[in-house]
């Protein structure tokens, strides 16, 4: 079913199940993202809290139209005590991978970080096995800076990571 542009939103109320289902079931969360259950509940906690916007983290819901399709989050990182920049990732639900909604919503999602915060640097993770999630990320400029060894336990074992960075200065995608 084609949703148009993805667009992105604050999280409502009604909203949350969908979020949690990333954390409680595996076909949702797919390979990448899958990393046991968690603690669902921690959305709906911190929606009641600040609707899951913050200065330090926060999620918006990509949608299509009326359709829930994923998410995208961006959380704070301290370099020191004068700077700070963003790590921001995506959540697709399985039946909206591969089809360009992740690229768009993470565009929109580059250019909203770099219109309302004052940040000059953001960054993406991925796993070095997640070459739609690489793909993706050089298709939106960001560029590639190295391999993270060893940064993440997931199924049993250590996994390497890729680090992408854009700065606010580069091109905008």
Sequence with gaps: MDHGSPTLRPVREDDLPFLESFFSDPHVAGDFAWHGHTDARRWA??????????????VLLVAGGEDRLGFVAWHKVIANPLTHYYNFGIGLHPDHRGKGVGTEAQRLLIRYLFAY??????????????????????????????IIREVAFRDGAWRDGVRYSILSTDPRP
């Design 45 to 58: 906690r911190r929606w009641h809290e600040n609707g899951l916007i913050s200065d330090d983290s926060s």
């Design 117 to 146: 915060t004052r940040t000059h640097r953001l960054e993406a993770d991925t796993e070095l096995e997640n070459i739609a999630e690489q793909r993706t990320l050089e298709k939106l400029g960001l560029t590639r800076e190295g």
